[in-house]
């Protein structure tokens, strides 16, 4: 059974940092990206990389600010989140498929989601 388990969310304040965790079970996979959804608006990209080629990608709105990991050993993504505005308010998900989508629709697999909430 293939499971995508999220954390490392919280409340902080503009300026802090945070670092997601993203825990795959059941297999490996060769993208693995990082989405996000605030209230009211529509599930968005935030950052992917390949298992194989590590190749990383980027929201123009968090280039420079996170950085997207992973450990293949332990099958785990993370997400490093510097200087944290209010507007990346949102619940974070990781998702993972054989082929890197930008796209949220079309990805198979997705953990439940992990909140992180920036004061100003």
């Known amino acids: 059974q293939v499971q995508l388990v999220e954390s490392g969310g919280g409340l902080v304040q503009a300026g802090d940092s945070l670092t997601l965790s993203c825990a795959a079970s059941g297999r490996t996979f060769n993208a693995m990206a990082w989405f996000r959804q605030a209230p009211g608006k529509d599930r968005e990209f935030v950052a992917s990389?390949?298992?194989?080629?590590?190749?990383?990608y980027y929201a123009e709105s968090v280039k420079g600010r996170f950085t997207i990991s992973r450990d293949n050993a332990k099958n785990t993504m993370f997400l490093q989140m510097d200087s944290l505005k209010p507007e990346d308010t949102a619940v974070y998900y990781c998702?993972?498929?054989?082929?890197?989508?930008?796209?949220?629709?079309?990805?198979?697999?997705w953990g439940q989601g992990t909140q992180v909430t920036v004061s100003s």
């Open positions: 998702a993972a498929d054989n082929v890197l989508y930008a796209d949220p629709s079309l990805w198979d697999y």
């Open positions: 990389i390949g298992w194989g080629d590590r190749r990383t």
